[in-house]
């Protein structure tokens, strides 16, 4: 009894709280295609904006970049207002997630007021990191940085503003105004500045423009264009150009892989599709979950060196992590060493055991959270049998049962988990080593959205085009 007092006193606490928070409301018409995309592309011009722009009253960066393994995932930039990109809102609609996937959350997803009041929780949940990250990291970081606590206050309004911006527009693109999830099209661009920036910057490096674009052009008017395939300091070389559009190309083609199960509408009679099981079938969600895993690891070590071993003269200690006095980016020794990426031929080249240790330890924590992802984030056998039957549904030759569905999916869904979790680890792992643009992940990040983006915009052409067939799809 008292459990159900408190979901119903947690119910009207969020349902009051919810009209407090910002709301983007959806457009009143069918907006067309191209009005979709120029509100994309507003919302796209705004972070790429923000991105440039500094921090007021921080004058100089910090001595360590603490967000450096998330820079690529969480599409922030180092002292701008891009700080802490989209990290607040992912944190807080993973959290969301587990607890819908574990059952801790009991509510009704085919119910409107509970689906309502998710997503009202969603972004109540989603403000408070936002303001909690905002507040801990610009007192943490930039505070040592400023001169008084006004400036201080100042730094955390910045990050805070930027943040609720970032979710207010990718609300905007998501209820409707702009093609598919604003928080996928800012991580999608921050990758691909990168790898454009890789091929085509100007700016001087030791031997030359750091884009392997002006340099290549360089060394060929200079009669060396052989310097170009391979370049020493993890600087962007031919070789990685070529890798990186190999690792692009077959992640696009293992991305179409899939097994198809035939189904039957029990609603409209004659209706036959395919319910495709893509072979990476936990996508990259995995991947981002270890690459954290590792970073928060090394985080720690850095912060436990620096108190306790500065010198690396403990030997007790120096099992666990060596860092270099000069630079505690990396670590130089101990376990941590062996559990981070060499990042160049010429790191794994020097230590060929850390790079197989490394990808043999990234490959094996991917395929172990690809196994409970699908556990808590709800693509179970048993819950996409459900939502089979849910969507009017079933599979010719079977029963029209959980159980029955069920089983013909376990056929397949936990073997492709441990398939999908170490193709995406050895990729990831592989690509980060031999130095492809954007790291591996990114560039996982980027096609796996790429793909996403080109379905997302097929279905929009048949709503607009072929509106009927959308209706019967279940797009109205």
């Keep these: 009894m008292s459990t159900t007092q408190n979901e119903s006193k947690l119910r009207r606490i969020i349902k009051a709280a919810s009209v407090y928070v910002p709301q983007v409301p959806k457009p009143k018409k069918k907006i067309t295609l191209t009005e979709k995309f120029v509100w994309t592309g507003i919302a796209l011009f705004a972070y790429l904006i923000m991105g440039q722009i500094p921090l007021y009253g921080v004058t100089e960066d910090p001595r360590f970049d603490f967000l450096a393994f998330a820079r690529v995932i969480f599409a922030a930039q180092q002292g701008t207002l891009m700080e802490l990109g989209i990290g607040p809102i992912v944190t807080a609609g993973l959290l969301m997630q587990l607890l819908k996937g574990s059952d801790l959350i009991r509510l009704d997803f085919k119910n409107p007021d509970d689906r309502s009041l998710f997503t009202s929780a969603t972004k109540i949940v989603t403000i408070i990191v936002i303001v909690a990250e905002g507040a801990l990291y610009g007192i943490s970081v930039y505070g040592p940085l400023v001169d008084g606590p006004h400036i201080i206050a100042v730094v955390i309004g910045q990050l805070i503003f930027a943040s609720l911006l970032v979710m207010l527009m990718d609300e905007m693109v998501q209820k409707g105004w702009g093609v598919g999830s604003g928080l996928s099209l800012f991580i999608m661009a921050g990758i691909a500045q990168t790898i454009l920036w890789s091929v085509f910057s100007p700016l001087p490096a030791n031997d030359g423009p750091i884009g392997i674009a002006p340099f290549a052009i360089q060394a060929g008017l200079e009669g060396h264009i052989q310097d170009a395939i391979f370049r020493a300091g ?97 670590p130089t020794g101990g376990i941590l060493y062996y559990i981070t990426s060499p990042r160049s031929l010429e790191t794994v080249a020097q230590d060929p055991v850390r790079a197989v240790v490394y990808a043999i330890f990234f490959t094996a924590i991917v395929t172990v959270f690809s196994r409970l992802w699908v556990e808590l984030g709800g693509l179970s056998a048993k819950t996409a049998a459900r939502n089979l039957l849910d969507a009017d549904v079933q599979v010719p030759g079977f029963r029209r049962s959980e159980g029955s569905v069920e089983g013909l999916l376990n056929r397949y869904i936990p073997s492709l988990t441990i398939i999908s979790g170490i193709i995406i680890g050895l990729l990831a792992s592989l690509s980060d080593m031999l130095g492809v643009f954007g790291s591996g992940t990114g560039v996982l990040l980027m096609v796996n959205i790429m793909v996403s983006y080109y379905q997302t915009l097929v279905k929009e052409q048949v709503d607009t085009y072929m509106p009927k067939l959308a209706a019967i799809l279940g797009r109205k």
């Design 234 to 330: 993890q600087l962007p070389s031919v070789f990685a150009l070529a890798l990186t559009i190999g690792v692009i190309l077959v992640l696009v083609y293992i991305e179409g892989i899939h097994v198809d199960i035939p189904i039957v509408s029990t609603k409209y009679r004659g209706f036959t599709a395919v319910y495709p099981i893509k072979l990476l079938y936990t996508s990259v969600i995995p991947v981002i979950l270890a690459s954290a895993l590792i970073a928060n690891a090394v985080f720690m070590g850095q912060m436990m060196w620096a108190n306790y071993n500065p010198n690396n003269t403990n030997p007790v200690f120096n099992w666990i992590a060596q860092f270099d006095q000069n630079s505690s980016q990396t």
